[in-house]
């Protein structure tokens, strides 16, 4: 079983995009969104819900009214101000970060750590085949443990339904959840655009999944917006060793593509559609 997952640097670069096309292109996977802070990939894939489940989070302390005295201890330790002073007295669940160093000072044992269900995850059916994804409450925090679920999930079904891959698509930045999305995966594709930011946060990224010894591969999406940048990605790339698998151009019929609500591989077989099968090409072939 190959896993491959599909990270970028920045939010924006068009990851979900082409791994949406690699959706299309792929004839035997398992797609597992592990961008869960803000999951899109179902908007192109039009998943059919199967099964729901809770995701908990960090436990959040809870006071129960008729044990607490309104001692003001908890107050006095919370570096959160996550407990209002009031009566009675009132924990706030948004600003709570779960410490439970209120619970250890309270003289009555009146505040109890309890689980804080901080999102749900789910298994789908596509048109492309099976697909695990998970959604987030809002203002709750993702430290990877939710991206882990989602690909033991779709491991779990690759192997019951014997699929020889997993497409992930990973989220952007360089955080817990991106190592947990890229951790153990057989190649890593990075996309990057020829921007001053693009440039930098690309050199991060690919840094993390080197650091991880992981075979790490290059796309630059939009690449002929700015052909001094993608000239100085391409240095970059050669300098330390980091294969370009394709320059997608820009393309109007992306957009056109992103409001039919279609993988634009579907929508078109011109332009930026040809440049993302011959970067799939590439990846199978390196695997």
């Known amino acids: 079983m190959k896993q491959i997952t599909i990270i970028s640097g920045k939010g924006g670069t068009g990851k ?7 959706a299309t292109l792929a004839k035997n996977k398992v797609m597992a969104d592990c961008d869960v802070d803000a999951a899109d990939l ?4 039009h998943p059919e819900i199967k099964e729901v489940y809770e995701f908990k989070g960090e436990k959040r302390a809870v006071i129960d009214e008729k044990k607490c005295n309104g001692c003001g201890k908890c107050i006095e330790v919370c570096r959160f101000n996550a407990i209002e002073e009031s009566t009675p007295i009132r924990i706030n669940p948004l600003s709570c970060e779960g410490c439970g160093v209120c619970r250890y000072v309270c003289p009555l ?6 689980d804080n269900i901080a999102g ?22 993702n430290s990877g443990k939710l991206v882990t679920v989602v ?37 890593v594709l990075v996309v990057t655009e020829p921007t001053i ?6 050199e991060r990224v690919i840094g993390v999944s080197r650091h991880f010894g992981i075979k790490t591969f290059c796309c630059i999406n939009k690449y002929n917006i700015n052909l001094e940048n993608t000239q100085k990605i391409e240095e970059w790339c050669k300098e330390n060793g980091v294969s370009i ?7 109007m019929r992306v957009n056109q593509a ?3 609500e279609l993988p634009v591989i579907e929508y078109t077989t011109n332009g930026a559609s040809i440049e993302i099968e011959k970067i799939w090409k590439g990846l199978v072939q390196n695997l």
């Open 151 to 187: 690909r033991q999930k779709a491991k779990l079904i690759a192997e019951e339904k014997n699929i020889n891959l997993i497409i992930i698509d990973g989220p952007p930045g360089i955080g817990c959840p991106v190592i947990s999305a890229i951790t153990g995966v057989d190649a």
């Open 258 to 260: 992103l409001v039919k």
């Open 16 to 22: 979900t995009v082409i791994t949406a096309s690699f």
């Open 245 to 251: 698998l394709g320059k997608i151009p820009f393309d």
């Open 109 to 114: 044992n009146a505040i109890e750590m309890k």
């Open 197 to 202: 930011s693009g440039i930098h946060d690309m």
């Open 120 to 141: 749900k995850w789910y298994v789908s059916e596509t048109r492309y085949g099976p697909m695990v994804h998970a959604q987030l409450n809002a203002a709750e925090e």
């Open 42 to 45: 179902h908007l192109l894939l």
